[in-house]
């Protein structure tokens, strides 16, 4: 099946964003992370698919969209729901499978069973878990750009730093990653959009 190109990515996220200020704030959020992990791929030794990371990655936070009220303001308890949310969304759309996985199994460095019993979050048990490099990447790249007020990047010791309130096996989860590709430049990419790096 084919993936959509960037034109069809964007008119699905106009259908989807219930406010102008949501569609900038999420579809700036996906570009930026499809940036992230075009730089990051460049310099991995590792085969991948740019058609199926650039659709995976701008179209990975669609759910995010199900999440506003009428008042314009994010649902934050259930904000963890927005990846199962995307995935059902691009199912709705007729969209290929490979590309859902890329918004039900981005969040934190995996989600597996066990965070979701332990933890109690609004989610179907089961593991999330990033597989293919191409989902490893964006996985990865998501997290050195957050959509907070106002957005910003974050290197990977800040990141780093955060995530270890979730565990050291989470901590672990992103040194893996983070060995297996690299760091990127966050500071062009901050210049460029006009955000700050913490
Ligand atoms: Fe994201």
């Known amino acids: 099946?084919?993936?959509?190109?960037?034109?069809e990515i964007r008119a699905l996220?106009?259908?989807?964003?219930?406010?102008?200020?949501?569609?900038?704030?999420?579809?700036?959020?996906c570009e930026i992370v499809w940036h992230l992990s075009a730089q990051l791929l460049a310099a991995a030794p590792l085969e991948w698919d740019g058609e199926l990371v650039r659709a995976g990655a701008l179209l990975h936070d669609i759910g995010v969209y199900h999440l506003y009220d009428a008042d314009g303001n994010l649902d934050g308890g259930n904000y963890i729901r927005h990846g199962v949310l995307g995935h059902e969304i691009l199912r709705g759309e007729g969209l290929p499978e490979r590309l859902g996985r890329f918004c039900s199994h981005h969040t934190g460095v995996g989600l597996?069973?066990?965070?979701?019993?332990?933890?109690?979050?609004?989610?179907?048990?089961?593991?999330?878990?990033?597989?293919?490099?191409?989902?490893?990447?964006?996985?990865?790249?998501?997290?050195?750009?957050?959509?907070s007020t106002?957005?910003?990047?974050?290197?990977?010791?800040?990141?780093?730093?955060?995530v270890a309130r979730f565990g050291t096996e989470k901590v672990h989860a992103f040194d893996a990653?983070?060995?297996?590709?690299?760091e990127p430049d966050v500071t062009s990419l901050a210049a460029r959009y006009g955000h700050r790096v913490v």
Not at 13 to 29: M, N, S
Not at 177 to 182: I, V
């Open 1 to 7: 099946m084919t993936l959509p190109g960037i034109e």
């Open 13 to 29: 996220h106009e259908k989807y964003a219930p406010t102008q200020e949501a569609f900038d704030l999420v579809y700036t959020h």
């Open 112 to 147: 597996t069973e066990h965070d979701i019993r332990s933890q109690r979050l609004p989610l179907p048990p089961g593991d999330y878990l990033a597989e293919s490099a191409e989902e490893r990447v964006v996985m990865y790249a998501d997290k050195f750009h957050s959509k």
């Open 150 to 162: 106002p957005p910003k990047f974050l290197t990977a010791p800040s990141y780093a730093r955060y």
């Open 177 to 182: 990653l983070r060995a297996e590709f690299g």
